[in-house]
């Protein structure tokens, strides 16, 4: 059963890039037609999909953070990242990564438990 787990600093300064790592294990981030997915929740703005990246590499960004917003991977560590420059409070925010298992457009199947960020000087 594949697990995911979120990792990062809970507190980043105003301006500094956030810097987060999902930890795949159970399954391999290339396996076919499997998309890596970050997204993060706030009590402003809810449930909000950032990126993914899919199985052979490709990369989705959401419109409205693909200027600050870049994912990659790792795939000696079976690793996903994400980095997010210029915080700020608004980017607070529990973050998750979660697993596709049928392309980009499909269902949320596994999801890590999340990581608390806090924007704070």
């Known amino acids: 059963q594949v697990q995911l787990q979120e990792s990062g600093p809970g507190l980043v300064k105003p301006s500094q890039t956030l810097s987060l790592t999902c930890t795949v294990s159970g399954g391999s981030i290339t396996t076919p037609y499997h998309y890596w997915n970050w997204i993060r929740q706030s009590p402003e703005k809810g449930l909000e999909w950032m990126g993914a990246?899919?199985?052979?590499?490709?990369?989705l960004y959401s419109p409205g953070l693909k200027s600050r917003a870049a994912i990659s991977r790792d795939t000696s560590k079976n690793q996903i990242t994400l980095q997010l420059s210029s915080v700020t409070p608004e980017d607070r925010a529990v973050y998750y990564c979660?697993?596709?298992?049928?392309?980009?457009?499909?269902?949320?199947?596994?999801w890590g438990q999340g990581t608390q960020v806090i924007v704070s000087s």
């Open positions: 979660a697993r596709q298992i049928r392309g980009p457009f499909s269902d949320f199947e596994s």
């Open positions: 990246i899919g199985y052979s590499g490709n990369i």
